[in-house]
C-alpha cells in the first residue's frame, strides 16, 4: 500500500521560507515522478513543482522562488519554498506519478498525500 505523508507546513510571514517534506512508501520510490500541487480555499487544485531524475518543472508562479529536491536513499522529496508570498496560502500536497515523465495536469498522478496547510501572513 503506497503511503505519502507531508510535513514542514507551517505560518511564516510575508518573505519568509518553509521546508516541506515527503516521505513516500509501498513501492519503488526512484522510478517515481514526484509532484507537488497546491490548493487554496475556493480555487482548482494548481501545479508547484515536479521532479523526475535530475530534472525539474515549476510553474510560472514559483520559478525562482521554489526548490524541488529529492533523496531517494531516504524515499524522500523536498520542497524549499523562499520567498514567501500571501498568494502561496494553500494546502500543499505530495503525489507521485508512477510511469512516465513530469505534468502538470494533477489527473496524470497516481498517488497523494494528505496535504500540509502553509499559511503566510502580510
Known amino acids: 500500500q503506497v503511503q505519502l505523508v507531508e510535513s514542514g507546513g507551517g505560518l511564516v510571514q510575508t518573505g519568509g521560507s518553509l521546508r516541506l517534506s515527503c516521505t513516500y512508501s509501498?513501492?519503488?520510490?526512484?522510478?517515481?515522478?514526484m509532484g507537488w500541487f497546491r490548493q487554496a480555499q475556493g480555487n482548482e487544485r494548481e501545479f508547484v513543482a515536479a521532479?523526475?531524475?535530475?530534472?525539474?518543472d515549476y510553474s510560472d508562479s514559483v520559478k525562482g522562488r521554489f526548490t524541488i529536491s529529492r533523496d531517494n536513499a531516504k524515499n524522500t522529496v523536498y520542497l524549499q519554498m523562499n520567498s514567501l508570498k500571501p498568494e502561496d496560502t494553500a494546502v500543499y500536497y505530495c503525489?507521485?506519478?508512477?510511469?512516465?515523465?513530469?505534468?502538470?495536469?494533477?489527473?496524470?498522478?497516481?498517488?497523494w498525500g494528505h496535504g500540509t496547510q502553509v499559511t503566510v501572513s502580510s
Open positions: 503525489a507521485a506519478k508512477r510511469f512516465g515523465t513530469y505534468a502538470r495536469n494533477w489527473a496524470s498522478y497516481d498517488d
Open positions: 509501498g513501492r519503488s520510490f526512484s522510478s517515481n515522478t
Open positions: 521532479v523526475r531524475w535530475g530534472s525539474a
